[in-house]
């Protein structure tokens, strides 16, 4: 079984660094962890304790759920930059405007921002809550 969840952390951690164009080494450096350890949860044959990917999550920005859980659909980068990413994310986050995110996708984070807070303007409501 721990085999398993081994590599569903490893494959989610090889989609999600590639999603980021980060390598294992980019992880080494940038979080300052052992070759040896991040090379062992990239090939599933140890898994990172809590603390570690919680470091993990906030790096990549992403969930616990991203990196621990089996996912059914391969994840696929939609915006490669990260701050039209983030401005998506707050996007998805607010309830009223998600379904703005099919029409939004292709569009630079300055575009997004601008949607969202015109609409949220429009609304009446706090694009920050």
Not at 80 to 91: G, Y
Not at 103 to 111: E, F, I, L, M, S
Request: charged share 30%; aromatic share 6%.
């Amino acid at each position: 079984m721990l085999k398993d969840y081994g590599k569903v952390i490893a494959a989610n951690l090889k989609a999600i660094a590639y999603e980021n164009d980060r390598t294992q080494a980019d992880i080494c450096r940038d979080l300052h962890l052992s070759d040896s350890t991040v090379s062992s949860w990239f090939n599933g044959s140890r898994v990172p304790r809590m603390d570690k990917i919680d470091l993990l999550a906030h790096y990549f920005n992403c969930t616990r759920a991203d990196i621990m859980e089996e996912h059914k659909k391969p994840r696929r980068a939609y915006y490669l930059d990260p701050e039209t990413a983030q401005a998506a994310q707050e996007l998805f986050d607010n309830s009223d405007l998600r379904a703005l995110l099919d029409a939004a996708r292709g569009n630079t984070a300055d575009n997004l921002k601008l949607a969202t807070e015109m609409l949220t303007r429009m609304k009446g409501t706090n694009p920050n809550g």
